[in-house]
T-cell receptor
Framework: LAKTTQPISMDSYEGQEVNITCSHN???????ITWYQQFPSQGPRFIIQ???TKVTNEVASLFIPADRKSSTLSLPRVSLSDTAVYYC???????????????FGTGTRLTIIP | DGGITQSPKYLFRKEGQNVTLSCEQN?????MYWYRQDPGQGLRLIYY???????QKGDIAEGYSVSREKKESFPLTVTSAQKNPTAFYLC????????????????FGEGSRLTVL
């Protein structure tokens, strides 16, 4: 199972774009990259998922280089409500065959400064 | 509304007692997971189950037990053998490929906070 490495913490000012990078050197061919956001005393919630190149949705973009050994979550024009912990998770989309052990890393604690 | 329900939200336990945390989902998901989170730390996997009547140990299964007798339920028992059980416990579920707009994303409950007195 691919292990992930992220910066422990980051600070940013309101209105700026924030990029959080996750390293996953041992990613397997069938692995997808998924990012989650967690607020204090709540369960994480899905932000975005990708396999390669670039994925964009209404809240974020995900950039994945050709070698797929890292990925970057990009949050445009952050606000105070984006203060949270962000987790990068690497794993197969669940299959009907075999078990999928989904393991989170330590995450990145993002603090938005007014 | 569909979702995952964890109960109780807060639980206090005396040392030496077993406690059971409930996790129920009405999302028709096959796979369910239990995670533990300590203050300022990430999520650590305790147990997971891909199908009824089957479950696997995660990274920190010692001192915990689970059952999966029904698809919608995955209770976690914190036994007296767990040396430091005070933590925030999260239950999650996910669907199999082909179900809706499935990305394999995990859906989490609101968590149960266990404190040992």
């Amino acid at each position: 199972l691919a292990k992930t490495t992220q910066p422990i913490s980051m600070d940013s000012y309101e209105g700026q774009e924030v990029n959080i990078t996750c390293s996953h050197n041992n990613i397997a061919t069938n692995d997808y990259i998924t990012w989650y956001q967690q607020f204090p005393s709540q369960g994480p919630r899905f932000i975005i998922q990708g396999y390669k190149t670039k994925v964009t949705n209404e809240v974020a973009s995900l950039f994945i280089p050709a070698d797929r050994k890292s990925s970057t979550l990009s949050l445009p024009r952050v606000s105070l409500s984006d203060t949270a912990v962000y987790y990068c998770l690497v794993g197969r989309r669940r299959s009907n065959f075999g078990n999928e052990k989904l393991t989170f890393g330590t995450g990145t604690r993002l603090t938005i400064i007014p | 509304d569909g979702g995952i329900t964890q109960s109780p939200k807060y639980l206090f336990r005396k040392e030496g007692q077993n406690v059971t945390l409930s996790c129920e989902q009405n999302l028709n998901h096959d796979a369910m997971y239990w995670y533990r989170q300590d203050p300022g730390q990430g999520l650590r996997l305790i147990y997971y189950s891909q199908i009824v009547n089957d479950f696997q140990k995660g990274d920190i299964a010692e001192g915990y037990s689970v059952s999966r007798e029904k698809k919608e339920s995955f209770p976690l028992t914190v036994t007296s053998a767990q040396k430091n059980p005070t933590a925030f416990y999260l239950c999650a579920s996910t669907s199999a490929p082909g179900q809706g707009t499935n990305t394999g994303e995990l859906f989490f409950g609101e968590g149960s906070r266990l404190t040992v007195l």
